[in-house]
T-cell receptor
Framework: NAGVTQTPKFQVLKTGQSMTLQCAQD?????MYWYRQDPGMGLRLIYY???????DKGEVPNGYNVSRLNKREFSLRLESAAPSQTSVYFC?????????????FGDGTRLSIL | SQQGEEDPQALSIQEGENATMNCSYKTSINNLQWYRQNSGRGLVHLILIRSNEREKHSGRLRVTLDTSKKSSSLLITASRAADTASYFCATDTPSGTYKYIFGTGTRLKVLA
């Protein structure tokens, strides 16, 4: 049981390049999330998808787009990468009863933008 | 802005001692969760406490919640070197939009 799988694990980009971070979960969870983690700032929510077919902005959505491809997959796209987007990106999914949701995280994608 | 703020930012203790870390938040919540993050890994859920609960236990973990002070504490008893990690609190949002807001974390180092 893999849980939440993120690809790639590491990536180096040049300013202006684009790329898509992939995330897949095998727990049949409805909700999925993308966070970025910067030193001393904890996790900040970029986008989330409460259920298949819906996406909503989080705290720091600028410069990013997302696609909830199906119930399993939620991708994050950087259209024109900037050095300020150098960070560790985590995908998570959540399941539970009612509105009490516990989150399951992937191991992250470490992204450097030069 | 961050909903949760952990205190202290870093904590270093000897193996066998207890570790206490605190979380303060700003708005009303339905529940609060604690997560652990080992170096280079994703976060792992530890424990959840609902707003109508005051204390909860799970193994060597004890969580308290004081909604009047908008604060929570996580106590790890008889700490082990394997407890070395960062610990985060996460609160749901008042509007209940299926999202959580994480604090800045406490880095715990347990010395053998």
């Amino acid at each position: 049981n893999a849980g939440v799988t993120q690809t790639p694990k590491f990536q180096v980009l040049k300013t202006g390049q684009s790329m898509t971070l992939q995330c897949a979960q095998d727990m049949n969870h409805n909700s999925m999330y993308w966070y970025r983690q910067d030193p001393g700032m904890g996790l900040r929510l970029i986008y989330y998808s409460a259920s298949e077919g819906t996406t909503d902005k989080g705290e720091v959505p600028n410069g990013y787009n997302v696609s909830r491809l199906n119930k399993r997959e939620f991708s994050l796209r950087l259209e024109s990468a900037a050095p300020s987007q150098t960070s560790v990106y985590f995908c998570a999914s959540s399941g539970g009863t009612g509105r009490v949701l516990t989150q399951h995280f992937g191991d992250g994608t470490r992204l450097s933008i030069l | 802005s961050q909903q949760g703020e952990e205190d202290p930012q870093a904590l270093s203790i000897q193996e066998g001692e207890n570790a206490t870390m605190n979380c303060s938040y700003k708005t009303s919540i339905n529940n609060l969760q604690w997560y652990r993050q080992n170096s280079g890994r994703g976060l792992v859920h530890l424990i959840l406490i609902r707003s109508n609960e005051r204390e909860k236990h799970s193994g060597r973990l004890r969580v308290t919640l004081d909604t009047s002070k908008k604060s929570s504490s996580l106590l790890i008893t008889a700490s082990r070197a394997a407890d070395t990690a960062s610990y985060f609190c996460a609160t749901d949002t008042p509007s209940g939009t299926y999202k959580y807001i994480f604090g800045t974390g406490t880095r715990l180092k347990v010395l053998a």
